[in-house]
Nanobody, 126 residues
Framework: QVQLVESGGGLVQAGGSLRLSCLVSGRTSSDYNMGWFRQAPGKEREFVTAMSKSGTNTDYAASVKGRFTISRDAAKNTVSLQMNSLKPEDTAVYYC???????????????????WGQGTQVTVSA
């Protein structure tokens, strides 16, 4: 059974960068369509970014476009989220998610994902 484990969260000042990693165990990461979501205190979980199984298609929430980048490292079986120019409003618990879907499709809603990681905290100070 596939499991997802996030790492790389922490405390960073506004304008700084962090790189989150999601280790996929039990299956090959390229078998899955992948996504990152986040949940800020008192708010619902929201879509951040997603990548198709093929890796050729990606999508980003408007709030992170141009600052965040999703990527896949097949050799390490990980999916990463590079976060630059961080803002205090990026503070949240970040979750990695996986689902088996169409090869070139992107999935942006929670209900489309079958497997979730435990989350990693990202805190951006002003």
């Amino acid at each position: 059974q596939v499991q997802l484990v996030e790492s790389g969260g922490g405390l960073v000042q506004a304008g700084g960068s962090l790189r989150l990693s999601c280790l996929v165990s039990g299956r090959t990461s390229s078998d899955y369509n992948m996504g990152w979501f986040r949940q800020a205190p008192g708010k619902e979980r929201e879509f951040v970014t997603a990548m198709s199984k093929s890796g050729t298609n990606t999508d980003y929430a408007a709030s992170v476009k141009g600052r965040f980048t999703i990527s896949r490292d097949a050799a390490k079986n990980t999916v990463s989220l590079q976060m630059n120019s961080l803002k205090p409003e990026d503070t949240a618990v970040y979750y990695c998610a996986a689902t088996i879907g169409l090869r070139n499709s992107i999935y942006i809603t929670e209900s489309q994902y079958a497997v979730w990681g435990q989350g990693t905290q990202v805190t951006v100070s002003a």
